[in-house]
């Protein structure tokens, strides 16, 4: 019903940035939640920065601050904006958003995109 496409990803340089997009499309009711997850090689996967509808924001400590997260409702998009990256950043970012219909609540995950940071 819902599809979340990720797109922005890539190779870079420390201190460099990126930014990401997400798109949902499908059939939605009303997106409450958009975010970004990221997961690194042995390690579990970690919110990294979320957008309620009404535009509050929560970040992980480690990338509060150089890290900014927005979205556009009427697009149904979400943006992170990674600044200031690090090694510590390459991951596999993937988009997610919580989808309401009524009082029904249900997640949606996209396929993930590459962020890579050279040393």
């Known amino acids: 019903q819902v599809q979340l496409v990720e797109s922005g990803g890539g190779l870079v340089q420390p201190g460099e940035s990126l930014r990401l997009s997400c798109a949902a499309s499908?059939?939605?009711?009303?997106?409450?939640?958009m975010g970004w997850y990221r997961q690194a090689p042995g390690k579990q996967r970690e919110m990294v920065a979320v957008?309620?509808?009404?535009?509050?924001?929560h970040y992980t400590h480690s990338v509060q601050g150089r890290f900014t997260v927005s979205r556009d409702n009427a697009k149904n998009t979400v943006d992170l904006l990674l600044n200031s990256l690090q090694p510590e950043d390459a991951a596999v970012y993937y988009c997610?958003?919580?989808?309401?219909?009524?009082?029904?609540?249900?997640?949606?995950w996209g396929q993930g995109t590459q962020v890579t940071v050279s040393s």
């Open positions: 997610y958003a919580v989808v309401g219909w009524g009082k029904e609540e249900y997640d949606y």
């Open positions: 499908g059939s939605i009711g009303s997106i409450n939640q």
């Open positions: 957008i309620t509808s009404g535009g509050s924001t």
